[in-house]
């Protein structure tokens, strides 16, 4: 790969950030919270941050897809990967590397919803507000961004760049 990535936001930018975040999470919650990852993205985000929430924390993870390898989203779900723990009457939270047509997260909350939580929350990284189609509340949002591709920290263009420690764009 010899894309050039411009840093968008640096590592210790996203590494504050996420302190922040969890000690919001951590007022806002009393019991014990279930956190679904949804991977491949969310992965080193859902990671980071659990380890800095002071309650505990049951993590869990689920996988669709709705991007194939290109850098627009089909704009089709498919589900590829339930969750395994029981989450009725649980507090959940749902943990996402970044919010765009907000398909995804409509479709997932959606879902889970079906299973009677006792609360269902979002959490994002990234948020890319101008290219939202679906009329989706997030609850905890790290950063908004312009509508560009970004990549690092967990997101990927056609599965490459996600161990980089910044978020970056393809020049
Ligand atoms: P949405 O359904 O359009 O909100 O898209 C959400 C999903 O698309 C995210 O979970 C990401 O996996 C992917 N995605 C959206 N924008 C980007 C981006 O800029 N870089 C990498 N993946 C992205
Ligand atoms: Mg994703």
Do not use: H, W
């Not at 969310?42 to 390898?69: E, Q, T």
């Amino acid at each position: 790969m010899k894309d050039k990535i411009k840093i968008l936001i640096s590592e210790d930018k996203i590494q504050e950030r996420i302190n922040d975040l969890a000690n919001i999470i951590s007022n806002d919650y009393k019991n014990d919270i279930v956190m679904i990852c949804v991977l491949k993205g969310a992965s080193y985000f859902a990671i980071d941050l659990s380890k800095r929430i002071k309650n505990n924390v049951i993590l869990d993870f689920m996988k669709v897809s709705s991007y194939g390898n290109s850098k627009e989203s089909s704009g089709k779900i498919e589900f590829k990967l339930d969750i395994s723990e029981d989450i009725k009457d649980k507090d959940v939270l749902i943990v996402e590397d970044i919010i765009d047509t907000g398909i995804t997260l409509n479709y997932l909350y959606n879902y889970l919803q079906t299973k009677a939580p006792k609360s269902l929350k979002i959490c994002s990284l990234l948020d890319k507000k101008e290219r939202r189609k679906e009329n989706i509340i997030v609850n905890y949002i790290g950063f908004e961004i312009e509508d560009k591709f970004v990549v690092g920290y967990g997101l990927d263009y056609a599965e490459n760049y996600r161990n980089l420690p910044y978020i970056g764009y393809v020049e």
